[in-house]
T-cell receptor
Framework: DTGVSQDPRHKITKRGQNVTFRCDPI?????LYWYRQTLGQGPEFLTY????????KSRLLSDRFSAERPKGSFSTLEIQRTEQGDSAMYLC????????????FGPGTRLLVL | DQQVKQNSPSLSVQEGRISILNCDYT??????FLWYKKYPAEGPTFLIS?????DKNEDGRFTVFLNKSAKHLSLHIVPSQPGDSAVYFC??????????????FGKGTLLTVNP
């Protein structure tokens, strides 16, 4: 148990639809990250929160993507007007409380856009 | 440009032997390196890490070696077990300059340990 749950685990949607994913750390962690992994690639950084503040966004995060962490606990990632190229696994990670450089990942949400 | 490179897409070893997974990086600002193991349809699982001030870190069957001058690190698994079969990712982060510790990953190496 990494201390991070993600919901849903799988999502199939049609092109043009909006989808929202949720990440829940089981305890308080000040740092929360979103990554995306496509087939044959390693995870790629999307965005980062320190508490409720979104401090960095990757160029991969187009204006169709929005992420929030309203109370500094759980986080949501929304994709509007999905495209087939959005099909990927979306991973949430939290930092180790003492060793900030170490991140623990949730099980991921697998998105398939038809 | 790929800042973290794992040049071997796959590796096959016999049970009980040593597995050596390699990783190269190009960004001199990286000062912390991690190895993750990943099964299909699951998130990456943290294995072991090393700070740039060290050249070796050991945890049970797993040892990571860092050669800063060559910008190279390796993960040794001894002895290898069939349950070690998975994709292994090398990742790096820089703790200075406000990098926020975001991780940069390689493309992974698929390790198969044969009984």
């Amino acid at each position: 148990d990494t201390g991070v749950s993600q919901d849903p685990r799988h999502k199939i949607t049609k092109r043009g639809q909006n989808v929202t994913f949720r990440c829940d750390p089981i305890s308080e962690h000040n740092r929360l990250y979103w990554y995306r992994q496509t087939l044959g690639q390693g995870p790629e950084f999307l965005t980062y929160f320190q508490n409720e503040a979104q401090l960095e966004k990757s160029r991969l995060l187009s204006d169709r993507f929005s992420a929030e962490r309203p109370k500094g606990s759980f986080s949501t990632l929304e994709i509007q007007r999905t495209e087939q190229g959005d099909s990927a696994m979306y991973l949430c990670a939290i930092n180790h409380r003492t060793y900030q450089e170490t991140q623990y990942f949730g099980p991921g949400t697998r998105l398939l856009v038809l | 440009d790929q800042q973290v490179k794992q040049n071997s897409p796959s590796l096959s070893v016999q049970e009980g032997r040593i597995s050596i997974l390699n990783c190269d990086y190009t960004n001199s600002m990286f000062d912390y390196f991690l190895w993750y193991k990943k099964y299909p349809a699951e998130g990456p699982t943290f294995l072991i890490s090393i700070s740039s001030i060290k050249d070796k870190n050991e945890d049970g069957r797993f040892t990571v070696f860092l050669n800063k001058s060559a910008k190279h690190l390796s993960l040794h698994i001894v002895p290898s077990q069939p349950g070690d079969s998975a994709v292994y990712f090398c990742a790096a982060s820089g703790s200075s300059g406000g990098s926020n510790y975001k991780l940069t990953f390689g493309k992974g190496t698929l390790l198969t340990v044969n009984p």
